[in-house]
């Protein structure tokens, strides 16, 4: 720790707050952040409290809390402590909190769950369990200049005669079916997690009724025996340009073939009202990153944006 950490106040997020939760959040991921998009909605959700740390009247820390999985799991999202804080233990302190508060209110909820990015030291890991990890691709493109190749890739594997079958667009009514098959829960879902925009999710009826409420593309390559399904979260604006939207794909599954032709066909249908920049984010099986990044250089003309280290779903007790 640099300094002694300030006297804190915490308390329950609110609309107002949003111009200050802004402006400590700056730098977040370079200009990429979700938070922006997700503030007003995350307020309206019961399962959820967004909880602040004030010093001195001024917001310091944010982070979220959503009880998941049939009511005993505590998902920990949107952590941020102003860049001239850190280092003074504050993370710890506004989780610290945010346990000992679900400990009172919600003594079903056993587990706390949350997705980080980084490689972790075995000796890190004495403390959490990993779930599982998927690596990150992360691209940034203008929409108008890659929907011609997009087109032009889709029709030559057509073509191609075994490398292409249509991605299934499922409807709300196949969705539980599909992602509840067993089959699927243990050889597609990575740690049996189904990751939404960086959530982790138990594959249970409860959170899919939830997740069916969220604005989404769901892609199979079959309805009866997936190798691979796909998440589309709908494209939303963020800070980093003017009219840059972000749209991130979780890709369950190792099959290189079909992965590839979810992302395809998640990219057209995702898009196909947008233009200007877009900021694609992929998430997907360490096994499949080398082989996306050479397919989207070769067939897309795109290059990897920059380094974004893996998603590491992560789990202890409360
Ligand atoms: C990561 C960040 C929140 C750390 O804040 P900080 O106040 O400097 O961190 P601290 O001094 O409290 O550091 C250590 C504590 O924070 C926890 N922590 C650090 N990074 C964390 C992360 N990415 N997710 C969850 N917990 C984290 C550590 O486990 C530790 O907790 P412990 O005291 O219970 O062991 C801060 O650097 C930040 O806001 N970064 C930008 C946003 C970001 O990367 N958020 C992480 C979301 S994946």
Same mark, same amino acid.
């Given at each position: ?58 917001? $310091?820390?944010?982070?979220? #809390?959503? =009880?998941? &999985? ?5 998902? +920990? /999202?949107?952590?941020?402590? !102003? ?104 050889? $597609?879902?990575?740690?049996? #997690?189904? =990751?939404? &925009? ?5 594959? +249970? /009826?409860?959170?899919?009724? !939830? ?108």
């Amino acid at each position: 720790m640099d300094g002694a950490s300030p006297e804190l106040d915490f308390s329950l997020a609110k609309e107002a707050d949003f111009g200050e939760v802004m402006s400590i959040s700056g730098d977040i991921y370079g200009g990429i952040d979700y938070l922006p998009a997700r503030y007003h909605a995350w307020l309206k959700q019961p399962s959820r409290k967004v909880i602040l740390a004030k010093s001195k009247g001024r917001v $310091v820390a944010l982070v979220s #809390t959503n =009880i998941v &999985d049939d009511g005993h799991t505590v998902v +920990l /999202e949107g952590l941020r402590v !102003t860049p001239k804080e850190r280092g003074k233990g504050i993370a710890g302190l506004i989780q610290r909190y945010c346990l000992d508060l679900i400990r009172n209110q919600f003594p079903e909820v056993k587990v706390r769950r949350y997705s980080r990015s980084g490689h972790f030291e075995p000796e890190s890991l004495s403390k959490f369990r990993l779930i599982c990890r998927q690596e990150i691709l992360a691209l940034h493109f203008n929409l108008e200049e890659v929907r011609p190749k997009l087109d032009a890739a889709i029709a030559q594997l057509k073509v191609s005669g075994t490398e292409w079958e249509d991605p299934i667009l499922l409807q709300a009514s196949d969705v539980k079916r599909v992602f509840l098959n067993p089959c699927v829960v243990d050889n $597609v879902l990575p740690g049996r #997690t189904i =990751i939404q &925009d960086w959530a982790p999710y138990k594959p +249970l /009826e409860s959170n899919l009724e !939830t997740l069916l409420k969220r604005d989404l593309f769901w892609m199979a390559d079959s309805k009866e025996e997936p190798k691979v399904l796909t998440l589309g979260t709908a494209p939303y604006r963020i800070p980093i340009e003017a009219e840059c939207h972000r749209f991130n794909i979780d890709i369950f599954g190792k099959h290189f073939p079909h992965a590839r032709n979810q992302f395809l066909a998640q990219l057209q249908h995702g898009t196909s009202a947008l233009q200007g920049p877009l900021y694609c984010l992929l998430y997907l099986a360490p096994s499949l990153w080398q082989e996306m990044l050479s397919f989207c250089q070769s067939s897309l003309g795109l290059r990897k944006e920059r380094d974004i280290e893996g998603q590491n779903v992560l789990e202890t007790e409360v």
